[in-house]
C-alpha cells in the first residue's frame, strides 16, 4: 500500500495562469476527494468523486476550478486564471466502499503558491 | 449544513499530563467522529474515530467520547510525550459516502 500520492508538492505560478494538480488514491479505493486547506484552518471539502462520477461539488468550487476522474482511478483538479486567494494546500483524499463510514486517507498534499 | 467548533484553539501541556479537546456539531444526523493529527507541513493522519453507536473508544494513549445528545466529542490523550505536539483536528460525516466536515483545529504543545 503506497498511500495517497499527490503531485506536484509545490507550484508557484504569477496570477491568471492555468494550474492542474493530480492524485492517485490508494489502489481500492473508489472514493476519492479533494479538500483546500489555508493556515491555521481545518481542510474545507471541494468535491468528491465516487468512481469516476463526481457527485458533489462545494459552493468553494467557483467556474474556475474542475475535477476530473475519467476512469475511475486518479483525479485531476485544474484552477483557471488561478488568483491570489488560490493559494493554499490542496489536499486529496480516499476511501473505500465497505459497510458504514470508511476513513478518509489523506495524502500529502500540493501546496499552490500565486505570485 | 453541519457545523463544527473545537476548543480550545492552543493547548499547552507539560509532559506526562493529559489533554483534553472537545468538539461540537450541530445536525443530529451526524453519526461518524473521525479525530486526525497534523504536523507542520504533513498530511493529516487518522488517528482514531468513533461511530454514532459507540459511547467510547481507547487505543493505548489515546481515547475518544460521544454524547450524541449533547452533540459533542472529545479527545483524551493520556501521558503526552513531546512528539504528540501537533494540530489535532476533529471532524464528522453524516452518512458513509459524504464530504468531511472538519473543525477549526487544537494546536497541542507538549513541554519536556
Known amino acids: 500500500d503506497t498511500g495517497v500520492s499527490q503531485d506536484p508538492r509545490h507550484k508557484i505560478t504569477k496570477r491568471g495562469q492555468n494550474v492542474t494538480f493530480r492524485c492517485d488514491p490508494i489502489s481500492e479505493h473508489n472514493r476519492l476527494y479533494w479538500y483546500r486547506q489555508t493556515l491555521g484552518q481545518g481542510p474545507e471539502f471541494l468535491t468528491y468523486?465516487?468512481?469516476?462520477?463526481?457527485?458533489?461539488k462545494s459552493r468553494l468550487l467557483s467556474d474556475r476550478f474542475s475535477a476530473e476522474r475519467p476512469k475511475g482511478s486518479f483525479s485531476t483538479l485544474e484552477i483557471q486564471r488561478t488568483e491570489q486567494g488560490d493559494s493554499a494546500m490542496y489536499l486529496c483524499a480516499s476511501s473505500s466502499t465497505g459497510a458504514g463510514n470508511q476513513p478518509q486517507h489523506f495524502g500529502d498534499g500540493t501546496r499552490l503558491s500565486i505570485l | 449544513g453541519e457545523n463544527v467548533e473545537q476548543h480550545p484553539s492552543t493547548l499547552s501541556v507539560q509532559e506526562g499530563d493529559s489533554a483534553v479537546i472537545k468538539c461540537t456539531y450541530s445536525?443530529?444526523?451526524?453519526?461518524?467522529f473521525p479525530w486526525y493529527k497534523q504536523e507542520l507541513g504533513k498530511r493529516p493522519q487518522l488517528i482514531i474515530d468513533i461511530r454514532s453507536n459507540v459511547g467510547e473508544k481507547k487505543d493505548q494513549r489515546i481515547a475518544v467520547t460521544l454524547n450524541k445528545t449533547a452533540k459533542h466529542f472529545s479527545l483524551h490523550i493520556t501521558e503526552t510525550q513531546p512528539e504528540d505536539s501537533a494540530v489535532y483536528f476533529c471532524a464528522v460525516q453524516e452518512t458513509s459516502y459524504d464530504k468531511v466536515i472538519f473543525g477549526p483545529g487544537t494546536s497541542l504543545s507538549v513541554i519536556p
Open positions: 445536525d443530529s444526523a451526524s453519526n461518524y
Open positions: 468523486f465516487q468512481n469516476e462520477a463526481q457527485l458533489e
